[in-house]
């Protein structure tokens, strides 16, 4: 039977329903809590050859196992059996292999639509979860049990009060402002085009990070589609650049891409359409409070090196529905400041490594000084030599998360 979680049988409100929220909704229903979901778009993307994409890491797969999502994926998902890491103008490099590991692969590339609809059919399916869209909350105020939230839906706007009111919109989400929610941020003076390229040969599931002058350059495997080899391009350059290339005629931007990565990937035959963004560290000030919680890019948003971001903002989702799991067997409101705060303490080392980890990669790996050259190639060479060294890489990259307990 569903727990509404509060007194009055007060739903969990979740604000954002994208793949951060969506999970965390599914996770909270696990342990039997009544879920309200509110997404501000009615329906997901479309795929195509430009379809947009996620990396997921080996945990990932195993989270969304637990919930039921990975098997409705089927072939959707684009096995990493081979991560070679490169550095411009230099020679050698150093590969990670899914052997090495005893898995499977190292990680998976899967398109945003097909994650997105595979979540929403299995919200449609789960009787406790009730999935609003298009809607907006419009205002929260905080009360004795929890938020007084103002919801607007098809022209009408009602009020409800939520035990816990979980804020998944995005780094700019307007509640969290609107609670004085500060963010702090930390720009890299870059930015990041992102779109799908094709290729003449087979990737034959490796992935590529290589660190130019401007910074990191990933190419990430895609399945196939019409017939065409593709991959997902994010290239970091600085702002004016970015914004450059993006308007250059596919004939001119191509030979640039394939001078930048040389010829380890095999040559590049096309690109998609061009989508630029800034990059940024960005945190929140704080992630919970009484009544509230924030997840996903409202708590964090990394840089998109070596793929972390929403890998962690997962295992934060699955973290939280796991501490509101034991708090229903507590007799404590979802609410509750210190089931939050014990959430975020289980947490806290998880976040802060792979905020260092993903930092420490952008500041060493971009560049063209003598020192941080120099320390490039001593830290490819380390990669390649020294067993202990290479585990913890990858253990970064692929973060192995527990199946959501019950």
Known sequence: MAHDGAQGGRPIVVVGGGLAGASFALGAARFGYRVMLVEARAGASEGGFDARSTALSWGA?????????????????????????????????????????????????VENHLLAKVLRGRIASCGAIEFLAPADVTTAKPIADGMELTLREKGKERRLAAALTVLADGGRSSIAASLGIARQRKPYGQHALVANISLEHSHRNTAHERFTSHGPLAVLPLPMADGVHRASLVWTLPGDAAEEYAALPEEILLPRLQGEFGPGMGRVTGIGRRVCFPLQLSQASEQVRPGLALLGNAAHTLHPVAGQGFNLALRDAMALAEALGEAIGQGRSPGDLAVLRDYLARQEVDQDRTVFFTDLLVRLFSGQSAARVAFRKLGLLALDLLPPLRQGFVSNVTRQQ???RR
Not at 79 to 98: A, N, S, Y
Not at 101 to 107: M, N, R, S, W, Y
Request: aromatic share 8%; charged share 20%.
């Open 402 to 404: 527990s199946p959501l």
């Open 61 to 109: 797969r195993r989270i969304f196992e637990s919930l039921g999502v990975w098997g409705p994926l089927g072939a959707g998902p684009c096995p990493i059996r081979r991560i070679e890491v490169t550095d411009q103008g230099h020679l050698g490099g150093v590969g990670f292999d899914h052997r090495e590991q005893g898995l499977d692969a190292l990680g998976y590339v």
